[in-house]
């Protein structure tokens, strides 16, 4: 087995506390990623972790390597970086994820687009709205929209997104037109996205005291923003939404925006990777690539229908 690749697998199982969690992100079986890790121990002639059945924790010997070991694989990754950046084009494949709206709409439109101009880079995208574990679903890159708290992983914005409140014509004839967020908490259906880890129960709209959270409800609520916006046209209940997903519904006339006097903060569109990854030329070509054409998507929906 190459060293370096068990020095890489060493580093993955240190950081993700799991060989199994490791081997997802090197791609191979946790019998491998064992059997690196094992042969390590025996060239250095030290445990590096303490192993129980149910857990793993690296021992002092271990935390000193990994300290050393990531050193070695930044020097590598950017002295690999450097090579093919002067004597070919970026290869290999790009792991991705994103959120269903974004992935929808701006991501996976512009992915054969990517392909005609990088033939030799495959793109892997998977949509979800779900709260995704970049590092331990070994992804290279993933796209964010909201409002980001702290990280560990390196974090590119890409543009700030307008979002709207809104509604069919024939939910507001009903009900009624909200003014502001007090008047949708007090009388409205809101429709809600709720998933694991997700806070979309609380809308954090602008007042004239500054940015106030709301605790909305109402009897819809899915794990699928697309789902949302799909009630939202039915005549269901208000919706909460990024304006470049509902921009050619407000032009048509089949949302409309409501309460206007607490209209949304609006939230970031952010890609995030693991802070070696973007020394590749392949992560670095295929997030300048798709941070330019989210801009100009949403830029579009800016301009009057």
């Known amino acids: 087995m190459s060293y370096v690749n068990n020095v890489k697998m060493f580093v993955r199982v240190y950081e993700l506390g799991s060989m199994s969690a490791a081997a997802r992100d090197q791609r191979t079986s946790p019998a491998v990623a064992s059997a690196r890790v094992a042969e390590m121990e025996k060239h250095l002639g030290v445990r590096l972790f303490n192993r129980t059945t149910r857990s793993l924790h690296p021992t002092e010997s271990g935390r000193l390597f990994y300290e050393g070991a990531l050193k070695v694989l930044d020097a590598i990754d950017?002295?690999?970086?450097?090579?093919?950046?002067?004597?070919?084009?970026?290869?290999?494949?790009?792991?991705?994820?994103?959120?269903?709206?974004?992935?929808?709409?701006?991501?996976?439109?512009?992915?054969?687009?990517?392909?005609?101009?990088?033939?030799?880079?495959?793109?892997?995208?998977?949509?979800?709205?779900?709260?995704?574990?970049?590092?331990?679903?070994?992804?290279?890159?993933?796209?964010?929209?909201?409002?980001?708290?702290?990280?560990?992983?390196?974090?590119?914005?890409?543009?700030?997104?307008?979002?709207?409140?809104?509604?069919?014509?024939?939910?507001?004839?009903?009900?009624?037109?909200?003014?502001?967020?007090?008047?949708?908490?007090?009388?409205?259906?809101?429709?809600?996205?709720?998933?694991?880890?997700?806070?979309e129960f609380q809308w954090t709209l602008q007042t004239p005291e500054g940015p106030r959270r709301f605790e909305i409800s109402g009897p819809f609520e899915s794990d699928d923003g697309d789902v949302l916006t799909g009630w939202a046209l039915d005549g269901r209940g208000v919706v909460m939404k990024p304006l470049f997903e509902v921009a050619e519904y407000l032009r048509d006339g089949r949302l409309q925006i409501v309460a206007e006097a607490s209209p949304p903060v609006p939230a970031q569109l952010s890609c995030l990777y693991?802070?070696?990854?973007?020394?590749?030329?392949?992560?670095?070509?295929?997030?300048?690539?798709?941070?330019a054409r989210c801009k100009a998507e949403i830029g579009a929906a800016l301009l009057p229908g």
């Open 78 to 199: 950017a002295a690999e970086a450097a090579v093919v950046s002067a004597t070919q084009s970026p290869r290999g494949t790009v792991f991705v994820a994103a959120p269903l709206g974004i992935g929808r709409r701006l991501i996976a439109p512009a992915v054969p687009a990517f392909k005609d101009a990088y033939p030799q880079i495959d793109v892997r995208l998977r949509l979800s709205d779900r709260v995704i574990d970049v590092a331990g679903e070994g992804l290279d890159v993933a796209f964010h929209l909201g409002i980001l708290e702290d990280s560990s992983l390196k974090v590119r914005v890409i543009a700030e997104c307008p979002r709207v409140l809104c509604a069919a014509p024939d939910y507001i004839a009903r009900r009624g037109m909200p003014e502001d967020g007090a008047a949708l908490v007090a009388g409205h259906d809101c429709l809600t996205l709720r998933f694991p880890g997700a806070k």
């Open 274 to 291: 693991p802070h070696r990854r973007f020394k590749d030329p392949k992560i670095r070509v295929f997030v300048d690539f798709m941070a």
